[in-house]
């Protein structure tokens, strides 16, 4: 009875590393990095930033530029450019600025950016993954308005970033 369950248990873990071989293989293949694969300087560059529904002075879209951190080179830095003049409502938001600096992280397939209008204090949050199958090319999520003028209640609004050829 233990033999059988040796060879069972052997079969399965063979078969597992097999299947787990064979998705690797395929990603290496297509040169398509997974999602957990992806390093930061992947995301070096220009992006476009859609949001769906944005806030009352704030555009629905966005030029994003990243690059590498100047002090953490693991990490990424950059700016976000908003059109306030494209926005809705009668005049911009306050606490967000036209131009607004970025740094953050890529943990485990996670974007996770603050945005400070004021170099200063935190006046957005973006958490964002990879759209599967778009090679770190897409990623989708939510940003938050952090601003001291956001109301508590702030509902998170969605993003799209895409990177530019």
């Known amino acids: 009875m233990t033999s059988n369950f040796r060879r069972i248990a052997l079969f399965l873990i063979a078969s597992c590393a097999l299947f787990s071989g064979a998705r690797a293989q395929n990603n290496t293949e297509t040169g398509c990095p997974t999602a957990t694969a992806l390093k930061a300087e992947q995301l070096y560059g220009l992006w476009t930033a859609r ?29 976000v450019s908003r059109d306030l003049g494209s926005a809705t409502g009668a005049k911009a938001i306050a606490g967000h600025a036209a131009k607004a600096a970025l740094a ?24 964002g993954e990879m759209v599967p199958g778009s090679c770190g090319k897409v990623f989708q999520g939510q940003w938050k308005d952090t601003s001291s003028s956001a109301a508590p209640n702030a509902p ?3 993003f799209t970033l895409t990177k530019l050829p």
């Open 156 to 158: 998170d609004v969605a």
């Open 104 to 127: 953050g992280d890529l943990e485990d397939g996670m974007l996770l950016l603050d945005e400070s209008s004021d170099h200063l204090s935190i006046t957005g949050t973006w958490n």
């Open 51 to 79: 949001f769906s529904n944005p806030p009352a002075g704030l555009p629905s879209q966005a030029t994003v530029q990243l690059q590498r951190h100047a002090e953490f080179t693991e990490s990424l830095a950059g700016t």
